[in-house]
């Protein structure tokens, strides 16, 4: 099975300031015949579902705000949010569904503010 | 739109059966794959299974195999999560979702409001 291990386990950041939060996979996610990384973010707030940020490791989901990035290829990928705003406070999980139907979860990032 | 509606909460005895359900709608219902995932209070989410609609092909987490079993109603459009004999510890919110696309290596974009499980 993929383990997906995040880092770090939470981060607390000013507003208006730079949150970064890392994704690594037990093996790579990159799949060569289409070069692509079955990688996506989620982000869930207290109380409700999780809501897909970035698939494909970078593709931005329609409506998502364009201060959420990703990077990364293989078995290391980052989240990153730009410029932080208060309603981005929230866990944060990456999941791998390159070995799908076996798919995996990071154990998720607690992002607060400072 | 792609709608994903769960079913209401749930309180149950240790021992007892429960049927959980996941109606699709907006989409053609068999053409995408449904997911089920577990939350345990204050925990992280885990892969329980996943079923395609139109063949009913599905598959388990290890972890769960042989505890849950994942069913599908075409007709109603309908996916199901159901336990024979309640633990303590399958106390937890549950949630479905859909793929973004018909394949199974695909990411989740659309989610169910999730369904809390109690059992005391």
């Known amino acids: 099975d993929i383990v997906m291990t995040q880092s770090p386990d939470s981060l607390a950041v000013s507003l208006g300031e730079r949150a970064t939060i890392n994704c690594k996979s037990s093996?790579?996610?990159?799949?060569?015949?289409?070069?692509?990384?079955?990688l996506a973010w989620y982000q869930q707030k207290p109380g409700q579902p999780p809501q897909m940020l970035i698939s494909?490791?970078?593709a931005r989901e329609s409506g998502v705000p364009d201060r959420f990035s990703g990077s990364g290829s293989g078995t290391d990928f980052t989240l990153t949010i730009s410029s932080l705003q208060a309603e981005d406070v929230a866990v944060y999980y990456c999941?791998?569904?390159?070995?799908?139907?076996?798919?995996?979860f990071g154990q998720g990032t607690k992002l607060e503010i400072k | 739109e792609v709608q994903l509606v769960q079913s209401g909460p749930e309180v149950k005895k240790p021992g007892e059966s429960l049927k959980i359900s996941c109606k699709g709608s907006?989409?053609?219902?068999?053409?995408?794959?449904i997911v089920w995932v577990r939350q345990m209070p204050g925990k992280g989410l885990e892969w329980v299974g996943v079923?395609?609609?139109?063949?009913?092909?599905?598959r388990y987490s290890s972890s769960f195999q042989g505890h849950v079993t994942i069913s599908v109603d075409k007709s109603i459009t309908t996916a199901y999560l159901q336990w024979y004999s309640l633990k303590a510890s399958d106390a937890a919110m549950y949630y479905c979702?859909?793929?973004?696309?018909?394949?199974?290596?695909?990411?989740?974009?659309?989610w169910g409001q999730g369904t809390l499980v109690t059992v005391s």
């Open positions: 979702a859909r793929t973004s696309g018909g394949a199974v290596a695909a990411p989740t974009p659309y």
């Open positions: 907006g989409y053609t219902f068999t053409n995408y794959w």
């Open positions: 079923i395609y609609p139109d063949d009913s092909d599905t």
């Open positions: 093996q790579s996610v990159l799949y060569r015949s289409n070069n692509k990384n079955y």
């Open positions: 494909w490791a970078s």
């Open positions: 999941q791998q569904y390159y070995s799908a139907p076996l798919y995996s």
